[in-house]
C-alpha cells in the first residue's frame, strides 16, 4: 500500500482532520459523513465514491479532485474552489454551492435537485445530462460552452437569472 493510500477505504465520519495533510491523498469509498473540512487545500486528491453528505468543503481548495460518483448532498460547498474537478455523477441534493468557483468542473449526470447556485462561476462547467430541480443560479456568471451542456428548460433559467461571461 502506497502511503497516499493509507486513507482509502476507512471511516472518518468523527475524525478531526485539522493537522492531516489531504493534498494529493487517496479517499476514496471513504466514509466522511459530516466532516469539517473548510478552508482546507485538499488538490489532487481522489475522493470517488466518498460518502461527504453533510460535511463542510466551504472556502475549500478542491483544484483537480476527483469525487466521481460522490455523495455529496446536504454538502456546504460555499465559496469552494472547485477547477477542473471531477463531479461526474455525483449526487449534490440540496448542496450549497453558493459562491463557488466551478471553472471546467464535470457535474455530467450529476443530481443537482434543490441546490443553491447563487454567485458560482460556470465558466466552462460541463453539465450534460445532470438533473435539475428547484436550481437557483441567481448571479452565476456562465458562457456559451456552458449553455452548450444544459438542457432548453434549465438554459432559459441560466439565461434570466446568471451573467453571460
Given at each position: 500500500m502506497e502511503p497516499k493510500d493509507i486513507?482509502?477505504?476507512?471511516n472518518f465520519s468523527?475524525?478531526?482532520?485539522d493537522y492531516e495533510k489531504l493534498i494529493g491523498r487517496n479517499l476514496s469509498n471513504t466514509n466522511l459523513k459530516g466532516v469539517d473540512l473548510k478552508n482546507r487545500d485538499i488538490h489532487n486528491a481522489n475522493l470517488s465514491g466518498a460518502d461527504l453528505s453533510g460535511a463542510d468543503l466551504s472556502d475549500t481548495i478542491l483544484f483537480n479532485v476527483k469525487l466521481r460518483?460522490?455523495?455529496l448532498q446536504n454538502v456546504n460547498l460555499s465559496n469552494a474552489k472547485l477547477w477542473d474537478t471531477d463531479l461526474y455523477g455525483v449526487d449534490l441534493t440540496n448542496a450549497n454551492i453558493?459562491?463557488?468557483d466551478l471553472f471546467y468542473a464535470d457535474l455530467r449526470n450529476s443530481d443537482l435537485r434543490n441546490v443553491n447556485l447563487s454567485g458560482v462561476n460556470l465558466r466552462h462547467t460541463n453539465f450534460e445530462g445532470a438533473t435539475f430541480t428547484s436550481i437557483d443560479f441567481t448571479n452565476a456568471n456562465y458562457d456559451l460552452d456552458t449553455l452548450h451542456t444544459i438542457s432548453k428548460d434549465i438554459k432559459l433559467i441560466l439565461e434570466m437569472q446568471g451573467n453571460l461571461w
Open positions: 486513507f482509502k477505504k476507512r468523527k475524525v478531526n482532520f460518483g460522490a455523495d453558493s459562491g463557488a
